[in-house]
């Protein structure tokens, strides 16, 4: 899914989320200051691309519900949490994600993307939302994975 962006969300707060604690990372994602694509060293989305031309969400979507119950099938004593772990999915998708924005790239090459948004300072789930995408908080059935492209500041 390709889609022209009318209301780019921008909220700085959206980097800190990766310091959020989840499941063994009480102090969030271990890559937080770490790479150049992660907070606090990203650039921040207006410093990247400029908001003033057209931004473009790329999105694929993954049936998370489906693989989970695939998984519990194949691994009955498994938990939903070790079914759901994204070290069995989150390959495939991001693969795909890249394609898709090789794809778009083809077509647009005067354009950048990033697949670390929120990283720069987007609220990408309010984003998406407003490109209709059907996108949740905390997801049981459907993920998606989701980069933007727009012309380099």
């Not at 989320?17 to 990372?25: S, V």
């Not at 994602?29 to 650039?43: F, I, K, L, S």
């Not at 921040?44 to 908001?51: E, H, P, R």
């Not at 998370?64 to 070790?82: A, C, F, G, T, Y």
């Amino acid at each position: 899914m390709i889609v022209q962006i009318d209301d780019l969300r921008i909220n700085m707060k959206a980097r800190d989320w990766c310091k959020l604690p989840y499941p063994d990372h009480p102090k969030g994602c271990p890559n937080y200051g770490q790479r150049a694509t992660c907070p606090p060293d990203a650039p921040l989305i207006y410093n990247f691309v400029d908001i003033g031309k057209p931004i473009f969400l790329i999105a694929v979507g993954f049936n998370l519900e489906n693989h989970v119950n695939s998984m519990l099938l194949k691994h009955p004593d498994w938990s939903n949490r070790q079914a759901k772990c994204v070290l069995y999915w989150q390959g495939s998708v991001n693969k795909l994600l890249k394609q898709h924005i090789k794809q778009f790239l083809w077509m647009y090459p005067e354009y950048i993307t990033t697949l670390c948004p929120e990283a720069m300072g987007v609220n990408v789930i309010e984003t998406a939302r407003r490109c209709g995408l059907p996108i949740k908080t905390k997801p049981t059935k459907n993920v998606f994975k989701i980069a933007l492209a727009g012309i380099a500041k």
